[in-house]
């Protein structure tokens, strides 16, 4: 009888060989909200998306979840009312992962990251986000995760009067990050996203696309509100407010780990971001996307274009295939932004 393996791949880190030690630490955005269903203990660092609209807290569409069950929404708030572990609301962003704050171990101290981000060194717009989609993951049974990309992937950078992408904030900060701290343990989980729930085992295949129909619709809301900051409500670590909160407060967190933040930082490139200078700046973070697999810098846009050159050339082989897709192509109107 031959049995699947389930293949154990490191995270793509900077230097494999010099990271001894593996951590959670990781600095990126909490998009925690209190909920009467959840942890009594959850705290509110925004306000501007209620993530309790996408995740099946009454098991309708799930029959079961790993031992966390849901990670947002308020957390789970342990028996008699869930019987998961009781845990509180952790969803988040990670935009850079640190590991640990040794350096012997391959990640950086706590007082070097708190110095490059209280120094200037690294300029944190007012962040404004939009979630651009719920999906599963590749992994089975997946993991069901909220998705930041940047819409469209690839900046204008030939209209001065263009917008700039949806989610530019996240990306432009990343860029930095990784321009500006060169440790071993460096890396970034995968795209943009918040994982709201790990080991997703649907009760059926209609269950599963009414669930997915359901975040379709709250997406859209969403989409028609438009991206907005987090901490709207300028709050603290400890979900107090800020005891010198500022006209923006929608910044950057440092997590010890995913439930424990130690330090907040707040917006220090403040709007507008329409003006010559500030859109010149931004554009010249986000020409460069970060490849994980070559460890590398490659242009804006360059997996789109892979998978793109990818579908052109299957399509070559099979000439028929090719004359559709032309033709299909020639008919659909141009459009930035989001699929419906």
Known sequence: EIRKRHIITMPPVLDPKNSKVDGLAFLGLSLARRSPQGHPNSMTHQTAFNLSDVIDRDYD????TDDNGWLVGGGEPGPPISYKLAAKD????????????????GGVAEKDIVEAMTSGAILIPEIEVLPTAVEANPDSPPELEIRFDMKPSVPNYTDPDAPLPVNWHIRFLHNQLFKHFQFPS????????????????FRSDMHREVYFEMCEAVIKKWR???????????????????EEPGEYNSGIWLFAD???ITHFFPPNFLPPYDTPEKKELILDVLREEWDEQTLSWNPAGYKEKKITQKQESNNSNNP?????????????????????
């Open 258 to 260: 995913r439930e424990n």
């Open 61 to 64: 569409f799930l029959q079961s």
């Open 320 to 340: 028929v295939a090719f004359a559709a897709a032309k033709a299909a192509a020639s008919l659909e109107p141009r459009m930035c932004g989001f699929n419906s």
């Open 186 to 201: 460096r890396f970034c989980p995968g795209a943009f996203h918040s994982t709201i729930l790990r080991k997703a085992d």
């Open 90 to 105: 952790s969803a988040h962003v990670e935009i850079m992962r640190i590991g640990t704050f040794r350096p012997e171990w």
């Open 224 to 242: 028609l509100s438009g991206p907005k900051p987090l901490n709207n409500g300028a709050w603290g670590i400890d979900g107090r407010p800020l």
